[in-house]
């Protein structure tokens, strides 16, 4: 079955992830010690034979942009179909930012108009997964559905932060609760659903005159009980980093765990990621790494254990970093203490600073270019 994907990559999270976005979109954030988050998506696209892609960004799309500036690393290349990065138009006459998810497709109306595929795969940027959409399609299809949302089980956590759904024994839902106090089931979405083209066109050139922006409320909650929506159940691993700090940080250690890191780097179909010419990490007469993942560049005389460090990272002698992650650039002065820290980019700390987080749910976070 043929389908376009569109990735919505435009927020910052409503500051849920602090200083981090605060110069960067939140799918543009270091993932794994080499990926970005938005890798993730993307090699799901090219993976599941999707080889037209539109990426909508916003906020800080810079860094993102810069990124995505080659398609060839995630297959996207070529004469037919191809990646393509849209932000908010801007003419004499004005310009609009996205109002909200519905009002970022529809501002890129055009998309969706020159495009014959029949269906439409719709996913967040900022979300850590690999999935073949070609199994959503097909279920879509199986079902005679309008629209398909996929949801995973998410018993034990906290599920305020996610919409929930309520289905009926076929699956098909009856209730779409967004972020709720109370939930009245586990099935939390992960913000992927797939629709037709053409019925999405004709959704948006409803809801948006009326000053309707969201996919979810406007759409999918709106024409729950007049749409045929039916739910997919995904039982892979799955986090969005953009739902706070601690997720992000987690994220990032669950790499650290072989399970999980063969699943993303060694199981075939691989995540692709853009490659950086960097030599390989050198660990001098000292150095002690244990139990991490370390980029390209590094350069180690102290001690590491349990963290994921990310390229041309610097460690200097009698330093110690735990439980921590550490961004492109960063430099560990002699004799610096690091535990429980997310370090940005280019973070310098001289000799002897102590940098420690409360845990892993609160770390210490230092923002880019920090000189301690």
């Known amino acids: 079955m043929k389908a376009i994907g569109i990735i919505l990559a435009g927020g ?31 090699s799901n ?44 138009y801007t003419s004499n006459a004005g310009s609009t930012w996205f109002r909200g998810t519905a009002d970022s497709i529809y501002q890129n109306m055009t998309f ?24 959503v ?11 398909t949302v996929v949801y995973q089980k998410m018993t034990g956590k906290d599920l305020s932060k996610f919409g929930i759904l309520q289905m009926d024994a076929d699956n098909k839902l009856e209730g779409f609760e967004e972020k709720p106090e109370q939930p009245k089931s586990d099935a939390a979405s992960l913000g992927i659903y797939v629709i037709s083209r053409t019925l999405l066109i004709n959704l948006l050139n409803q809801i948006i005159p009326e000053g309707r922006y969201s996919l979810v409320k406007d759409i999918i909650i709106r024409f729950i009980h007049t749409l045929k929506i039916y739910g997919y159940e995904y ?10 700090i601690a997720a992000y940080f987690e994220t990032n250690m669950d790499f650290l765990k072989k399970d999980i890191r063969d ?19 050198k660990y001098n007469r000292g150095a002690d790494v244990t139990d991490s993942i370390v980029g390209s560049g590094a350069i180690f005389d102290g001690k590491v254990e349990h963290s994921v460090v990310f390229r041309r990272v610097r460690v200097g002698k009698g330093a110690a970093v735990r439980n921590s992650i550490l961004m492109e650039g960063c430099q560990i002065g002699e004799n610096c203490v690091v ?19 409360v845990s892993s749910e609160e770390p210490a976070v230092l923002k880019k270019g920090t000189k301690l």
């Open 45 to 88: 696209m090219s993976n599941s034979g999707i080889g037209k892609v539109a990426v909508l960004t916003q906020y800080n799309s810079r860094s993102l942009r810069d990124h995505l500036m080659s398609s060839k690393w995630w297959d996207f290349g070529r004469k037919q179909g191809g990646l393509f990065v849209f932000t908010p």
């Open 112 to 135: 969706l108009k020159r495009s014959n595929e029949e269906y439409v795969v719709i996913t967040s940027g900022d979300s850590i997964y690999k999935m073949d959409y070609r199994k």
């Open 137 to 147: 399609l097909e279920y879509h299809k199986e079902k005679n559905a309008d629209i």
């Open 12 to 42: 910052n999270n409503d500051g849920r992830l602090g200083v981090l976005t605060d110069h960067r979109a939140a799918a543009a954030l270091p993932i794994g010690s080499c990926y970005r988050a938005i890798d993730f998506t993307l």
């Open 263 to 281: 699943h993303f780097i060694n199981e075939y179909p691989y995540i692709e990621t853009k490659p950086k010419d960097e030599p390989p990490a």
């Open 339 to 357: 535990e429980n820290a997310i370090f940005d980019k280019e973070v310098v700390l001289s000799a002897g600073q102590r940098v420690i987080g």
């Open 235 to 244: 039982d892979g691993y799955w986090n969005a980093i953009g739902t706070g």
